[in-house]
């Protein structure tokens, strides 16, 4: 169903995994998709807009740094006329640090400053930075969303995993404040999660799971996207929703009460 006819949307991270879905699932509902990611993936994002099409529209960009972030923004502006949804799905997993990170967790206290960094940057600036940017435009309009990707709860404590988990919590809170403070411009914010490791690049520990097919298939992540993409998700800011959770066979708005909750930590 074509529900986000005239919508554009960035996805970060667009070029593999949840990104990628994402990506199809919006422009199989009718919006055009500005897909940002690495130069290190462009060929990925221009596998895409050939699959595509005219509605996928790459954009190469370091989105960790402000001029990136600007790169992108504009890009979008000048070839999309707009943007009415940001999707803030770049990041990187423990697999950054420890390939075998489940099985063989690196411990806080072995991590190096610039591991530490990274991540952080990667994770939770380049989600507030995009906002930063894309915030202006979408309150001048009076409707938009922000779509942060964050994890699920238990993941952000888990032993070994700092610095994702760290960076995942502040990606989570950051996402409460931003629903405040945008509080009746018509733009809202929201937390979307698969639900449970997901069949991505950043799952790498084979002897943890072995068998990838039990994983969260990325096509999960689209049905809720859409709904908090549209007009009726209207109102809804502050959220997180669980993928796993969303019953495609019933209403949106009844699945969403299914698998929503309070976004944050209380």
Not at 21 to 27: F, K, W, Y
Not at 37 to 58: I, N, R, V, Y
Not at 253 to 263: D, E, M, P, R, V
């Amino acid at each position: 169903m074509r529900t986000l006819d005239s919508k554009v949307a960035i996805v970060t991270g667009a070029a593999g995994g949840l990104g990628r879905a994402m990506s199809q699932g919006l422009i199989a509902a009718g919006a055009r998709v500005v897909g940002v990611d690495l130069a290190a993936a462009e060929p990925g994002l221009q596998a895409m807009a050939d699959s595509l099409g005219a509605a996928f529209m790459p954009c190469v960009a370091d989105i960790t740094e402000d001029a990136g972030v600007q790169t992108a923004v504009s890009h979008a502006l000048a070839k999309a006329g707009a943007v009415h949804v940001l999707v803030n799905n770049a990041g990187v997993g423990m697999q950054r640090i420890n390939p075998h990170f489940a099985s063989s967790p690196t411990r806080f206290w072995e991590l190096t400053p610039a591991q530490w960094q990274s991540v952080i940057q990667t994770n939770a600036t380049s989600q507030f930075l995009m906002a930063r940017a894309c915030a202006p435009h979408l309150m001048l309009q009076g409707w938009g969303r922000i779509i942060n990707v964050t994890t699920s709860y238990f993941t952000m404590q888990l032993p070994g995993f700092c610095p994702y988990g760290p960076s995942k919590a502040a990606c989570e809170a950051n996402t409460v404040i931003m629903s405040q403070d945008m509080a009746g411009t018509g733009v809202t914010a929201n937390v979307l999660i698969p639900g449970g490791p997901a069949d991505t690049a950043m799952v790498t520990d084979d002897r943890m799971w072995p068998d990838r097919s039990k994983l969260v298939q990325p096509g999960k992540m689209v049905a809720p996207l859409l709904w908090l993409a549209s007009d009726l998700s209207d109102g809804v800011t502050g959220r997180r929703f669980i993928a796993q959770l969303w019953n495609e066979a019933i209403d949106p708005g009844a699945a969403a009460s299914i698998a929503g909750a309070a976004a944050g930590f209380c």
